[in-house]
């Protein structure tokens, strides 16, 4: 059993700016929040915040990418926003963050992806883009 706090739900109330439903992906012990928002055929942009951000990052992109018929997610990877945060320090790497990411990448069973990765974002993202090739098809890559 990992160690972790969760954030309340009523800290996310007052964000005017932050409309999407929350929805939550099972890994381990712990659960992992994302947005998911636009067409479910639509083809996908998978939006990777870093450090010390959260899908937050992405309000203002959103909706301009639904509108253009891209169906985006963003997930919080854990220890940020709304997902789960493990209180151990040693918890934390990236290979794990990645294990997670592949996770709901395969639960949501995701193609056609448009990975757009910001730092801790990147090695994130990128390694999903080397260990499943045929599930994405762009990289939007910035500082990372």
């Known amino acids: 059993m990992t160690d972790f ?4 739900d009523a800290h996310f109330d007052a ?3 932050w409309d999407y ?7 381990k012990d712990l659960r992992v929040h994302y947005v998911d928002e636009g067409p479910a055929d639509g083809p996908v942009m998978l939006l990777l915040h ?4 959260w899908a937050y990052l992405y309000r203002t992109m959103i909706p301009g ?12 990877h854990l ?7 493990p209180t151990d320090p040693n918890w934390y790497s990236i290979a794990r963050h990645t294990e ?17 990765c910001q730092d801790w974002g990147g090695p994130i993202g990128l390694a999903q883009a080397a ?14």
Not at 21 to 27: A, L, V
Not at 65 to 76: E, F, N, Q, S, T
Not at 79 to 85: C, I, L, Q
Request: charged share 25%.
């Open 15 to 17: 964000l005017t700016d």
């Open 79 to 85: 220890g940020f926003g709304r997902s789960d945060k």
């Open 131 to 144: 260990m499943m090739p045929d599930r994405f098809s762009r990289l939007v890559i910035m500082n990372t």
């Open 50 to 53: 870093g450090m010390p951000t």
């Open 100 to 116: 997670v990411l592949s996770s709901l990448v395969s639960g949501l069973d995701l193609s056609d992806i448009s990975v757009v």
């Open 65 to 76: 990418l639904v509108d253009a018929g891209y169906r985006c997610i963003a997930p919080d």
């Open 5 to 8: 706090v969760r954030t309340d």
């Open 21 to 27: 439903e929350p929805r939550y992906h099972q890994w």
